[in-house]
């Protein structure tokens, strides 16, 4: 089973500047089938990225997926006061699906 | 508008079973696999289940293998999760969520549905 991890746990900013988000695999992962997600409290998950780079119906340009093999990464090129949620990464392989373990984004 | 919608939850003791639906609209549902993907109290997303578009190919968490049942009926619409066996670890928001063809990924998500496994 492939392991997700991560980092960091949680990430406080304030309005207006960028975030970074590091997702990495414990094997390769095929960019086809890495996707991002973000839950606020009491709502269900909704997809951002798929296949490491592709933002989902609706979801704003200033939301950026990257990276290949075993790191990628999730950008938010300027926060809102929205964004600040909880986002996970997600992999498909081998007829199996994890998930990372998530990471916090709160106001600074 | 594309939409499922989780029903069937509730409390149950530990070795008791339970049936969890999901009601899909908005997409032909045949055509889709379908997925249940659960949340324990303020912890992360755990994958636990899938089924094919028709209804001939699915899979399964470790942790659920054995003891949970995934089934669709299409000309319904719908889509099951048959549990039992359950455990105080099965406790967690159940959530349906539709798949996104060739990506591995869930694009569509109920609101879910709470399971209790209590004594």
């Known amino acids: 089973e492939i392991v997700l991890t991560q980092s960091p746990g949680t990430l406080s900013l304030s309005p207006g500047e960028r975030a970074t988000l590091s997702c990495r695999a414990s094997?390769?992962?095929?960019?086809?089938?890495l996707a991002w997600y973000q839950q606020k409290p009491g709502q269900a998950p909704r997809l951002l990225i798929y296949?490491?780079?592709s933002r989902a119906t609706g979801i704003p340009d200033r939301f950026s997926g990257s990276g290949s093999g075993t790191d990628f990464t999730l950008t938010i090129s300027r926060l809102e006061p929205e964004d600040f949620a909880v986002y996970y990464c997600?992999?498909?392989?081998?007829?199996?699906?994890?998930f990372g373990q998530g990471t916090k984004l709160e106001i600074k | 508008e594309m939409q499922v919608v989780e029903s069937g939850g509730g409390v149950v003791q530990p070795g008791g079973s339970l049936r969890l639906s999901c009601a899909a609209s908005?997409?032909?549902?045949?055509?889709?696999?379908i997925h249940w993907v659960r949340q324990a109290p303020g912890k992360g997303l755990e994958w636990v289940s899938i089924?094919?578009?028709?209804?001939?190919?699915?899979y399964y968490a470790d942790s659920v293998k054995g003891r949970f049942t995934i089934s669709r009926d299409n000309r319904k619409n719908s889509l099951y999760l048959q549990m039992n066996s359950l455990r105080t670890e099965d406790t967690a928001l159940y959530y349906c969520?539709?798949?996104?063809?060739?990506?591995?990924?869930?694009?569509?998500w109920g609101q879910g549905t709470m399971v209790t496994v209590s004594s």
């Open positions: 969520a539709k798949d996104l063809a060739g990506f591995g990924a869930f694009d569509i």
């Open positions: 296949g490491a780079s």
């Open positions: 908005g997409f032909t549902f045949d055509e889709y696999a």
């Open positions: 094997q390769s992962v095929s960019s086809t089938f």
């Open positions: 089924i094919s578009g028709d209804g001939g190919t699915t």
């Open positions: 997600q992999q498909y392989g081998s007829s199996l699906y994890t």
